[in-house]
């Protein structure tokens, strides 16, 4: 019996090492302590550095990162989100887009300041949606980046901390406790879908396919059932040694920024019951976290780190840019009451999905807003329209395209 155990125990210490060898160091550089936001694009990594501004870091060669440029900003950057030739930067009192076009000389397009103070930004289509922390959700028209204009808001009533726009709704954390889902299918025009209570402190957020994984300072790595938008609930949770700053989701895996332990990698195949698979201690404060290619990257407050870890590279892109829009059939189908409509994108569009009946009467409307480029998930609700077979149009651009569906009460 004691020489089963003995063994038992070295192959638990095997499988520790080899799980724990699968996180590997491949560069980093220091920075002015602050490092709070990162996002990744290309071969560069644009970090919101608190009172140094934003910081650009040539990361195509991982090994050796470098400075290539900077923004010197007027007040503390907290957030930043890349799209296209631009920085959406959050400066607390104000948006910033930064023109990164020459990321050695990057410069001010134009700015708009916060109700508030922003503290998280996101950007879908012609809109930056901003977690205003004393004014909840602000939604602001981009179209013109030198001249940005408040299109539409919603007073959450919390402290909002952080945003996330997957589909037609945008996942804003209020601090102090909620998760709140808003319809942002108009967006002059927002309005409440759902909210769930978090209990903690609740600080960032990553939206994929049905779940929304929150990294809160108190509980760790949260995961919420969203496929129901007007009644989230909890699917499952994972305690994290520190405090859970920053998530970001890669294939089946959540990578947490955890404070002082680092970077921990959760395994969410089972979303009800998440695992830890791999850890890193990080010399400074892990802030928030940011995977591309094969490579994650960890805003670790006085230093970018940039890490390697096995399984991630393996799919690393779970949802590539297609050539060209698609429209996939619904799940499930038939269904009740329910059903999810996925479609693709080149580039942010502008999409209308109408819902006819069998005689070709307009009965609803699943979709009408901006969306992002790559894939995207929308749950359509048949309400109190009776069991029969139901059409559904997408038109973005020029693309046009119908599918059939069967409701069954």
């Known amino acids: 019996m004691k020489m089963v155990f003995a063994i038992f125990c070295i192959l638990c210490l095997l499988a520790s090492a080899l799980s724990a060898q699968e996180i590997e160091y491949v560069g980093s550089i220091n920075l002015p302590d602050g490092a709070m ?33 900077s ?38 397009m134009g700015s708009i300041d916060a109700l508030g103070n922003y503290y998280g930004v996101f950007v879908s289509g012609s809109y930056a949606y901003l977690a205003d922390v004393d004014s909840g959700l602000q939604i602001v028209d981009i179209s013109d980046p030198a001249n940005p204009s408040l299109a539409g808001s919603y007073d959450t009533q919390g402290y909002a901390w952080d945003v996330f726009v997957y589909g037609s709704y945008a996942y804003e954390l209020d601090n102090y406790p909620y998760l709140r889902i808003i319809n942002i299918s108009d967006p002059t025009n927002p309005s409440l879908a759902g909210s769930f209570n978090m209990s903690g402190s609740a600080f960032d957020i990553f939206v994929s396919g049905i779940y929304a994984y929150i990294a809160d300072l108190d509980l760790g790595l949260q995961i919420i059932n969203i496929s129901n938008p007007s009644n989230p609930s909890l699917a499952g949770s994972y305690d994290t040694p520190a405090n859970a700053n920053g998530v970001f989701i890669s294939g089946s895996y959540a990578c947490i920024a955890d404070g002082t332990s680092g970077l921990q990698i959760i395994d969410i195949s089972d979303p009800a019951n998440p695992s830890c698979v791999g850890s890193y201690d990080t010399p400074g404060g892990a802030v ?10 960890v805003a670790d407050w006085n ?27 619904p799940y499930p189908n038939p269904f009740n009451a329910r059903t999810t409509i996925e479609f693709t994108l080149p580039q942010a569009a502008r999409v209308r999905i109408d ?7 307009a009965v609803g409307v699943a979709a009408d807003g901006e969306f992002a480029a ?23 651009g020029d693309f046009s395209k119908t599918n059939k569906m069967l409701l069954i009460e």
């Open 37 to 69: 936001g990162i996002f990744v694009s290309g071969d560069y990594a644009y970090v919101a550095n608190g009172y140094s501004g934003l910081l650009i870091i040539a990361s195509g060669n991982p090994s050796n990162p470098y400075l290539a440029g």
């Open 71 to 108: 923004f010197d900003t007027p007040g503390e950057s907290h957030d930043v989100f890349i799209s296209g030739s631009y920085a959406y930067l959050i400066d607390y009192s104000s948006l910033l887009i930064i023109n990164i076009g020459n990321p050695a000389n990057p410069s001010l």
């Open 288 to 297: 928030s976290v940011f995977v591309s290619s094969s490579y994650i990257y």
């Open 303 to 329: 230093s970018l780190m940039i890490l390697s870890f096995a399984p991630i590279g393996i799919d690393d892109d779970p949802d590539p840019i297609p050539a060209s829009p698609s429209l996939s059939p």
């Open 355 to 361: 819902i006819f009946d069998l005689a070709g009467r």
């Open 374 to 396: 790559g894939t995207n998930r929308i749950i359509w609700d048949a309400g109190e329209l009776t069991s029969g077979v139901y059409f559904y149009r997408i038109r973005a």
